[in-house]
């Protein structure tokens, strides 16, 4: 019996329901990790131990880096130099998963589907890597070879989707599978209905585990701007880092995660 199937029998994994309900209230329960230290202590321990997560923009939002070399270590055992004078950041996601004995591609999106996402695809999934896929529910998705993982990171790309990779406990928490250090979560987001739109109600300790890419910044060409706001709405920015101050749009690079949706959205 394979090792999906034997995690088909134990399912516990997923109750569509209670996920649901998680997710429609997670700007409040976020709220509350900033007001209540004993809620902030439970949350942190529940679902964000030990979290070390990176959005990265998608490849189309990106030109070129001020740097030639650059390097990125994003805690999984590994470093990857690119030396060259453009530099694509899912290019880093990409030597992960040639690096992967176990990849897991998902059927569905569980932040799109519990948020009936209306402009991007429910059935387009994260990628999960690590041992700890072999204990996901064959259900769920499939077990994918390193052509076809490099192929939906593709598609990601071509749906104008961010990339988020690190260690995620919620996701070990869902799915019901760990330990959460074997396991790698590759998600592919949607300025609209991502988990992680709850940054900025986080409380700061909680919120710093999220980081952006480092060499990769967002600024404003305000000689080019033509005032369209479209940067402004509240389904764009991951950090609510873009703001209008004294006529023009300015971007808190403090704040900013480099997701790269306001690129996307700019006319």
């Known amino acids: ?3 999906n199937e034997i995690g088909e029998e134990k399912d516990k994994t997923l109750s569509k329901s209670l996920v649901k309900y998680t997710f429609q209230t997670r700007f409040f329960f976020s709220r509350l990790t900033r007001k209540s230290r004993i809620i902030k202590r439970i949350a942190n321990k529940v679902f964000f131990e030990d979290n070390e997560l990176f959005i990265l923009p998608n490849k189309n939002t990106i030109n070129n880096t001020k740097r030639s070399t650059i390097t990125a270590n994003i805690e999984i055992n590994q470093s990857f130099e690119k030396d060259d004078s453009e530099f694509v950041p899912s290019e880093i996601i990409k030597e992960v998963i040639k690096e992967a004995n176990d ?3 998902m059927n569905s999106c569980l932040c799109r589907n519990s948020a009936n996402c209306k402009d991007y695809p429910h059935d387009f999934g994260c990628i999960f890597l690590g041992p700890a896929t072999k204990k996901i529910a064959s259900k769920y998705g499939k077990v994918a070879s390193v052509e076809e993982a490099l192929e939906h990171v593709e598609m990601a790309d071509e749906l104008g989707l961010s990339h988020l ?3 995620n406990k919620i996701d070990s928490v869902l799915m019901n599978v760990g330990p959460k250090e ?3 979560t590759i998600c592919h987001c949607c300025p609209c209905c ?3 739109k709850i ?3 986080l409380d700061d300790d909680i919120s710093n585990k999220i980081k952006r890419l480092d060499d990769v910044e967002v600024h404003t060409q305000n000689d080019n701007c033509r005032m369209c706001k479209k940067c402004l709405s509240d389904n764009v920015c991951f950090g609510n880092a873009i703001s209008l101050e004294g006529g023009k749009i300015t971007i808190d690079q403090n704040k900013c995660l480099g997701c790269g949706h306001c690129v996307q ?3």
């Open 103 to 105: 990849i897991f591609i």
């Open 194 to 196: 991502c988990l992680w």
């Open 265 to 267: 959205v700019c006319k």
């Open 199 to 201: 940054i900025p109600d």
């Open 182 to 184: 074997e396991l790698l």
């Open 1 to 3: 019996m394979k090792d």
């Open 165 to 167: 990779i690190g260690r």
